[in-house]
């Protein structure tokens, strides 16, 4: 099992960038793909983003494409996600999430279920 602790949400003004960080500690981080997903009030969590086990394949949802970007540093253990263009709707709680199973690709097949670990969450709030 792996534990993960997000940081790094807050207050933005729609336009600002921020830079969300997942820390992982426990089982051999490098070997699984990991995800960041987000939940609005009221609303389902929802996919966002994912990275790969060595980091060389990404795969976003089409609301953040273009203004996010996934990456890891395997050997501190941490995957990032960097938001830019922030716009209001993008407020929303921030989870990062590891794979049940090593060395798995990411993708458009990619869902929910594959992601066996969860951080407790990131605030993110965005004004207009």
């Known amino acids: 099992q792996v534990q993960l602790v997000e940081s790094g949400g807050g207050l933005a003004q729609a336009g600002d960038s921020l830079r969300l960080s997942c820390a992982a500690s426990?089982?051999?981080?490098?070997?699984?793909?990991m995800g960041w997903f987000r939940q609005a009030p009221g609303k389902e969590r929802e996919f966002v983003a994912a990275?790969?086990?060595?980091?060389?394949?990404?795969y976003y949802a089409d609301s953040v494409k273009g203004r996010f970007a996934i990456s890891r540093d395997n050997a501190k253990m941490t995957v990032y996600l960097l938001m830019n263009s922030l716009k209001p709707e993008d407020t929303a709680t921030y989870y990062c999430?590891?794979?049940?199973?090593?060395?798995?690709?990411?993708?458009?097949?990619?869902?929910?279920?594959?992601?066996?670990?969860w951080g407790q969450g990131t605030q993110v709030t965005v004004s207009s």
């Open positions: 426990g089982r051999t981080f490098g070997a699984y793909g």
């Open positions: 990275i790969n086990w060595r980091g060389t394949n990404t």
């Open positions: 999430a590891a794979q049940k199973s090593p060395y798995r690709t990411v993708g458009a097949g990619t869902v929910e279920a594959d992601f066996g670990s």
